[in-house]
């Protein structure tokens, strides 16, 4: 069933009027004739099933309320910070942790960050990611819209106070704890959210993961088997899924 983007939508009884990007889309990709049922989201929980009972153009359409989905179970609060990798598998990461569930994404710059986005190309390319973020949503049944930030650097994201108290840096690091020990202890002190850190392909410079710990980052393991950076932020993003869920 297709699905919708309404940000703010007054759900209930009535009508819902859907126009530009999100009415041609379903009118002239998706086909929705008169009659055709669809979801509709506002990206804050709420979700609706609706009839297509007008259409004026291509670009706008009037829907029916038909019912009001129930609200899906609460997952744990992810926040993936990740040292902007190079090529496209930033949007491919992007795309893949939102259909994992996670509810933040912070694009970082490090010491050892191969991409370096001028301050003229951070707006595109936030946009950018946030229009794959809204895709994955639709596609995926998530009714949560995943906030994502424009890029800091490392500096100023470790000095931020509105972190979750879990905080858990992917490390190669002869301390490095196991990522089942930390995210159980984290659970066992009542913890449902936490932010995930993970470096560029070069991993974090030895100044970094000081900077880190000091910040009350957690040196935390992901096994014997040096992976690379998609493959660690949705290993990373599955566990802490699996520890911390209710």
């Known amino acids: 069933m297709h699905r919708c983007y309404l940000a703010q939508a007054p759900f209930g009884s009535g009508t819902l009027e859907v126009e530009g990007d999100e009415a041609r889309h379903a009118l002239r990709v998706m ?6 049922v669809c979801e509709v989201f506002d990206g804050a929980g709420n979700a609706v099933r609706a009839e297509l009972v007008a259409t004026a153009g291509n670009s706008h359409m009037t829907l029916k309320v038909a019912e009001l989905l129930p609200p899906m179970p609460p997952v744990a609060g992810i926040t993936l910070a990740l040292a902007i990798p190079k090529g496209s ?3 491919l990461i992007v795309q893949k942790a939102v259909e994992l569930g996670v509810s ?8 050892r960050t191969i991409v370096r986005i001028k301050p003229t190309e951070a707006a595109d390319k936030t946009d950018k990611w946030r229009r794959t973020v809204l ?15 424009e890029p800091q650097s490392y500096k100023n994201f470790l ?7 879990l905080r858990v840096q992917c490390a190669i690091v002869p301390h490095a704890q ?13 913890c449902s959210d936490c932010v995930l850190l993970i470096g560029p ?22 096994g014997p088997i040096i992976l690379r950076v998609e493959t660690a932020v949705f290993m990373a993003i599955s566990a802490a899924r699996y520890a911390l869920d209710a």
């Open 89 to 91: 598998n930033m949007d």
């Open 135 to 149: 895709e994955a949503c639709k596609q995926c049944g998530v009714n949560n819209l995943p906030v994502v930030e």
């Open 159 to 165: 000095q931020r106070q509105d972190l979750p108290a």
């Open 178 to 190: 196991p990522i089942r020990t930390v995210l159980e202890k984290g659970r066992a002190n009542g």
């Open 104 to 111: 933040r994404i912070i694009p970082l710059v490090t010491e």
């Open 31 to 36: 086909r929705m004739r008169v009659g055709d």
């Open 201 to 222: 392909e070069g991993d974090f410079s030895p100044t970094e993961y000081a900077e880190g710990e000091a910040a009350g980052f957690i040196p935390t393991g992901l």
